[in-house]
């Protein structure tokens, strides 16, 4: 995602490995090596660890005819795991591409030669259809020729692809460079000739076995979003000429980042590459239909947008969901505790004590087994698909936590609910009953807080994880205190109704999160509504079906609200 040498290690791993060769293919460990790579560039050094890690762990069971390459390959993972600077860290993980690469190449041999013989084959009759077109000095010859020289290309470029990722970003932009000029209000035939002299070139050293150096960059979907950024603000100051520069880098650094929305979103790869070059020789002519361009490159940015994974949780939404969840034990207990002061039992409320320090500790290790069981999960499975379907688990649980504190949202539910069970303990003098309502309230808290913090973990950086965590024991820490030392009466109820408000924020923000991302496995369609925007904070994605989600949670709040007033009255 981040960076062409990102793109280079992606795409050279990628695509060695086709689904037409009969031998080993190695294309889960290189979408674990592109995740380690991206998130080494983004500084994520958790992110990387688990990527590699999971790298190793698949690793482990490999075993290969070729001694020598399967070695360098353990070699460079080692060197990937024992490295301890962010600048080494993505050097050696770009070695483990390498290695790797040779390492499919070797066991599933391909004639490179061969495959340029046969590009040259099927390719260079329409290169000299074109030539031939150019020589009539006719537009519309040209044109015809030029849109089956560049269909042409996108049909047999693959192996341009496998074999030089630096010469096939040089032929894209050539090619592209061409249609601008050809698309311009006056198009200047010569410069379109120069151009496609200079595409003929880089063909034929690449027919040479010649390869082009990869430029390192800082390219990302934030880049082309950027650029199209420059040249909106450059066209709502009417400044065309800018406009066109920005969007003429685009098309130069496209290449470079392609992959990633191709793999995404290969309807919009084929606009982007179709479109971006009319744009730019639109911004040229003398009338400029300047509204018209500036839609069409807001539905661009809109749809690029989408594609990054940017929906990403903060400590804060860490922090409150252990905070509302602690919160609602610590009061729980107080509760239980007064009940016995007023019944003159105080001596029983040490078993509430012990039920609720055995609530926390099930809750803990039921934490432990979750996340052995979600880690299980994933090693055959798509992490990011298994992540949206747990988010959405997890967004209907909090719903129906909602609607549980939403009926406990008065004195008199919520008083009747302890009380009940309480006066049956104590009539009883069980202390098992007494432990046992303690100990079941704090581990029901101590499960809702699990399956929460499950819908989020993949999508939230560890140390802001610990963070939330951390902020709200300190606050906790402090409201236990004023709880059971200061004895603050504190209205119950309005806890609950400030709680519920929270819970269903935090829904929204994890359906439109998880819906998302199953949008981006391809797992549910995606339908953009381009006159919204993408406000990731809150999880709000302007596409229908995330739309219909959240749309959904508001009813089902509205309805249960409506329901409790008119059963109150």
Same mark, same amino acid.
């Given at each position: ?15 060695? $490995?086709?689904?037409?060769? $009969? ?8 979408i #674990? ?7 080494? &560039? ?19 069971? @490999? ?9 360098? +390959? ?5 060197? +990937?795991?024992?490295?301890? /600077? ?37 390719y ?55 249609? *601008? ?11 379109? $000739? ?6 003929? &070139? ?11 150096? @990869? ?7 934030q ?14 100051n ?6 066109s520069?920005?969007? %003429? ?31 730019v ?16 490159? #807001?539905e661009?940015? /809109? ?48 078993? *509430?004590?012990?039920g ?11 934490? =432990? ?39 406990? #949202? ?16 104590i009539?009883?003098?069980s202390?098992?009953?007494? $432990?046992?309502?303690?100990?079941? #309230? +704090? ?8 399956? !929460?913090?499950v ?7 560890? !140390?802001?994880? *610990?963070?939330?965590?951390v ?15 200061i004895? =603050? ?8 109704? =400030?709680?519920?408000?929270f *819970? ?8 439109g ?13 995606? %339908? ?14 302007? /596409? ?26």
């Amino acid at each position: 995602m981040k960076r062409f040498l990102q793109i280079c290690s992606f795409l050279v791993c990628m695509f060695v $490995a086709l689904p037409a060769l $009969a031998g080993t293919s190695y294309s889960s460990f290189y979408i #674990s090596i592109s995740d380690a790579l991206i998130n080494a &560039k983004q500084g994520n050094s958790e992110q990387t660890k688990e990527a590699i890690d999971e790298f190793a762990e698949n690793w482990a069971s @490999v075993t290969s005819n070729q001694q020598e390459a399967k070695s360098k +390959v353990d070699e460079a993972l080692n060197a +990937v795991l024992e490295s301890s /600077t962010q600048e080494e860290q993505i050097n050696t993980i770009m070695q483990l591409s390498t290695a790797l690469s040779r390492l499919e190449k070797l066991e599933n041999p391909v004639d490179e030669e061969a495959e340029r013989q046969d590009f040259e084959t099927k390719y260079t009759p329409f290169m000299k259809q074109f030539e031939e077109a150019l020589a009539t000095d006719d537009l519309e010859t040209i044109l015809q020729a030029y849109n089956v020289l560049n269909g042409k290309w996108n049909q047999y470029e693959q192996p341009v692809r496998e074999q030089s990722v630096g010469m096939y970003g040089q032929i894209e932009t050539q090619l592209a460079f061409i249609r *601008i000029t050809l698309a311009s209000e006056e198009p200047d035939l010569s410069l379109a $000739a120069s151009q496609y002299a200079a595409f003929k &070139k880089s063909i034929e050293q690449f027919l040479d076995g010649e390869d082009v150096a @990869v430029e390192e960059g800082n390219y990302s979907l934030q880049t082309l979003i950027d650029l199209i950024d420059d040249a909106l603000q450059s066209i709502e100051n009417e400044k065309y000429d800018e406009a066109s520069d920005a969007l %003429t880098e685009f098309i130069i650094v496209w290449p470079n980042i392609e992959m990633e929305v191709s793999t995404r979103n290969s309807s919009l790869y084929t606009k982007l590459e179709s479109d971006l070059p009319i744009l730019v020789s639109e911004l040229t002519k003398d009338k400029v239909d300047a509204d018209s361009i500036a839609d069409r490159l #807001s539905e661009f940015k /809109t749809e690029i947008q989408l594609l990054q994974e940017d929906g990403d949780y903060t400590f804060w939404d860490s922090s409150l969901i252990l905070l509302r969840e602690g919160l609602e034990a610590l009061l729980i207990i107080m509760v239980l505790v007064s009940f016995l002061k007023k019944s003159n039992q105080q001596h029983m409320a040490r078993w *509430i004590h012990v039920g609720a320090f055995l609530g926390v500790v099930l809750s803990a290790v039921a934490a =432990v087994a979750l996340s052995f069981i979600f880690h299980s999960l994933t090693v055959n499975t798509s992490r990011e698909i298994l992540e949206g379907y747990v988010g959405l688990i997890a967004a209907a649980m909090m719903i129906g936590v909602g609607g549980w504190l939403h009926n406990k #949202s008065t004195v008199a539910s919520w008083n009747a609910s302890l009380s009940k069970q309480m006066g049956q303990a104590i009539s009883k003098q069980s202390v098992f009953a007494m $432990a046992t309502i303690s100990f079941l #309230s +704090v581990f029901r808290e101590g499960a809702e807080t699990i399956i !929460f913090y499950v819908g989020i973990v993949p999508s939230i950086s560890m !140390f802001d994880f *610990i963070l939330g965590i951390v902020l709200a024991l300190a606050i906790l820490a402090v409201v236990a205190i004023i709880l059971f030392k200061i004895s =603050v009466r504190i209205q119950v109820h309005k806890f609950f109704f =400030v709680a519920t408000i929270f *819970i269903y924020m935090l829904a929204f923000k994890m359906i439109g999160s998880s819906i998302h991302t199953l949008q981006l496995t391809n797992i549910l369609p995606t %339908t953009v509504i381009h006159e919204l925007p993408v406000i990731s904070q809150i999880g709000f994605y302007p /596409t229908i079906e995330t739309i219909i989600g959240q749309f959904i949670l508001i009813l089902i709040y509205i309805g249960i609200t409506i329901y409790k007033k008119t059963k109150k009255h």
